[in-house]
Structures are given as structure tokens and as C-alpha cells.
């Protein structure tokens, strides 16, 4: 049996936090077994990663693992292409096709946001796990599969099932062992380690040598919240070695990768840069240029909560037992407007490609369909 530290390492499962210990001796634990798993944690903590080590730990090792991402794709297809579909099953329907669980056959199939499935499509989806049957889009014969499920999500799926937008008896059936990833804030003894692998993989796959990095620079990447996680963490150091081609990493060389907003609101022992442009003079890419957009709407969402709690805090909404309650009302009421102004502006900038606005957002299409009815934006997008 692979010790942990091999695993680590193997798979880039990098952690000496106990949170990652105690999930590496999971996977070592349940990956020989049949077990279903449910890997839950927030956006970019390395779910896919986990996913493929218990592959690859697997007795299935030696088939495959097909990756789904259910929140990527509209409803109305996700259906046919997990389980496929017959010829003439629908429109463009020309001829029969393999769904992903055939093609996971005797492997694993790897359901990534879970919690974005149609409640038709976790009620096939639930059958498939009690006894491996399904049938394809169009068709009333019944298939037979032999497929390990590891899914993953995001949300709350206890949340979601009280409130009935998720099946609790598929909830119950996925769940037969969770494994949780901490986001990289709850694991900031970890950055370190965590630079030095991805510069030195990256390094390697650019034949150069990495240098290593400084004390400072790792005090200023533990400051950050780092709200896309590991992932986020992954991609700066990526850019940086690459461009720098594997130089010493110091405090300052970190200035220009940071999110300008995000580097102002959440570090101001930073120097900040010589001009106070959004997007500097050299240019950037758009996607970039529309994400520190994003972060400035965002600032101005933290702002504007700071402001409301100094009035609070001075009793402009009143004294007494209603303060707290004042609070949070207004408080809502703040974020739901921001929030609605954010989405409009993703919306805008993308022009109306909810598929694009989802991502510059950082959420899935679902989700963001979901806030589009919320505040009825319909019409606009």
C-alpha cells in the first residue's frame, strides 16, 4: 500500500496542515473499496485531484475515469450525455451514441458539481448507484454498467436537500464517505510548501531551474484570502516562473500579479503601484481587465458594508435590541443590490453570454440562471 507522503506527492496533494493529512489517510483508506464518495470544499480546492487519486489508487485504476462537469452543461442535454441517446431521440439526435457511464464501464466516473442536477436527472442518476441500470435518451431497453461514482460539489447539499432542490435519497447514497477539502485560508501553513511544488513541476516542464522564494513572498501570499484556493495559487506561481524564468521569487516580484483591487482592499502594508489606473498603460488582456472590474464593483460592495456598520456603530439606525436586527436588514438589502449590479455588469461585459458570465463570476450557469429569475433579469439577458 502507497504511504501518504507518496500519495502527496504522486498526485500533488501538497499539505503538512492536519485537515490535508487527515484527507490523504481517507483516500488511502477508501480508494481500494467500491464505495461511493462525496468530495465536498469550495471552488478550486483540488477536487478533481482527489477524484484521480482514488482512481488511481483504485482496483479500476487500469480503466477509466471519465470527468463530468454537471454544472457546465444545460439541463436539457446533461441528461443524454451522461446516459446517452438512440437515433431520433431528439433534434439532431442522427444516430445512437454512448453516454458517459457506458464509457465508464468497469472504471469511475467523476460527477463534478453535483448539486447542479436536474431532479430528473438525479432520479436516473439514483438508479444507476442501487443497481447499475439505466436507459438511454429515447429508448425503454434497460442498460447494465459496472461504474464507481465519485462526486463533487460546492454547495450544501444538506442545505439543499431541506430545502428540496436536491434528493435526499441520492444525497444519502453519495454520501456513503465524504471527504472534505479546507479551503487554502484554513490552511495557510501549507502556501509554502505549496509554491515550492508548483515551481518546481512547472520548472521542470520548462527544463530551467526554479530558485526558490523568499520569507517576504510567502508572508504576503499567506495575507491573501485566496478566494479561488489552490487553484488561484497554482496559476500565480505558474505565470511567474514562466515569465520570470524560474528566478528567486521576492515580495516585490509578487506586485504585478496580484489583483489590483484585491491587493488595495486586503493588503494595504503593500506598497501600491505608481498610477491608480484600473487597467495599466501597458495593457492587459481583456479577461483580465474585466475581472479587476469585477473586483472593484466588489470593493465598493465591502465599502459600503464598512460605512453602514461605523453609522450602526453610532446608532443612526436606532439603540437598543433592534441594532443587530437593523443591521442585517440593510445589510441584505446592500449585497442584493450589489450582487444585481455585478451580474448585470458580468452580463453586459460579456454580452449576455450567460456561459462567459458565469465564469467571470466564478459560478456555474445554473447558479447564475437561478440569480438572472431572482431579480428578473430575464428580459436583459
Not at 488511481?56 to 457546465?72: F, H, T
Not at 451514441?97 to 436516473?124: S, W, Y
Amino acid at each position: 500500500m502507497m504511504d501518504a507522503q507518496l500519495v502527496q506527492l504522486r498526485y500533488g496533494l501538497i499539505g503538512r496542515s492536519q485537515a490535508m493529512i487527515s484527507a490523504v489517510e481517507r483516500i488511502l483508506q477508501v480508494a481500494p473499496t467500491n464505495l461511493s464518495i462525496l468530495i465536498t470544499g469550495e471552488s478550486g480546492t483540488g477536487k478533481d485531484v482527489v477524484a484521480r487519486a482514488i482512481h488511481g489508487l483504485s482496483k479500476r485504476s487500469g480503466n477509466r475515469l471519465v470527468s463530468v462537469n454537471c454544472g457546465a452543461l444545460p439541463e436539457t442535454l446533461l441528461e443524454s450525455e451522461l446516459f446517452g441517446y438512440e437515433k431520433g431521440a431528439f433534434t439532431g439526435a442522427v444516430e445512437r451514441r454512448k453516454g458517459f457511464f457506458e464509457t465508464a464501464h468497469e472504471g469511475t466516473i467523476f460527477l463534478d458539481e453535483i448539486g447542479e442536477m436536474t431532479p430528473q436527472t438525479q432520479v436516473k442518476l439514483l438508479r444507476v448507484l442501487e443497481n447499475g441500470e439505466f436507459s438511454r435518451v429515447g429508448s425503454s431497453d434497460i442498460q447494465h454498467v459496472d461504474v464507481r461514482v465519485i462526486a463533487a460539489t460546492n454547495r450544501n447539499l444538506e442545505l439543499a436537500v431541506r430545502e428540496r432542490d436536491f434528493r435526499e435519497d441520492l444525497y444519502f447514497r453519495l454520501n456513503a464517505v465524504q471527504i472534505r477539502l479546507p479551503a487554502l485560508r484554513e490552511r495557510k501553513e501549507d502556501i509554502a510548501l505549496l509554491v515550492n511544488y508548483f515551481g518546481a513541476s512547472t520548472a521542470k516542464d520548462l527544463n530551467i531551474s526554479f530558485e526558490g522564494v523568499s520569507d517576504e513572498a510567502i508572508e504576503v501570499l499567506s495575507s491573501l484570502p485566496w478566494p479561488g484556493n489552490v487553484r488561484e495559487l497554482r496559476n500565480m506561481i505558474v505565470t511567474i516562473v514562466t515569465l520570470e524564468s524560474g528566478k528567486y521569487i521576492t515580495a516585490e516580484m509578487l506586485r504585478p500579479h496580484l489583483p489590483r483591487i484585491l491587493k488595495q482592499a486586503e493588503m494595504p502594508s503593500v506598497p501600491q503601484l505608481a498610477d491608480n489606473k484600473l487597467v495599466p498603460s501597458g495593457g492587459k488582456p481583456s479577461d483580465q481587465a474585466e475581472r479587476e472590474l469585477i473586483y472593484k464593483t466588489l470593493l465598493t460592495v465591502l465599502e459600503e458594508v464598512r460605512e453602514l456598520r461605523e453609522d450602526l456603530a453610532q446608532g443612526d439606525f436606532g439603540n437598543g435590541g433592534k441594532a443587530e436586527d437593523d443591521e442585517l436588514k440593510v445589510q441584505q438589502l446592500n449585497l442584493e443590490q450589489n450582487e444585481r449590479q455585478l451580474i448585470e455588469l458580468a452580463l453586459e461585459r460579456c454580452q449576455h453570454s450567460r456561459r462567459k458570465a458565469a465564469q467571470l463570476l466564478g459560478i456555474s450557469e445554473r447558479t447564475l440562471y437561478r440569480k438572472i429569475q431572482r431579480y428578473n433579469l430575464d428580459d436583459q439577458s
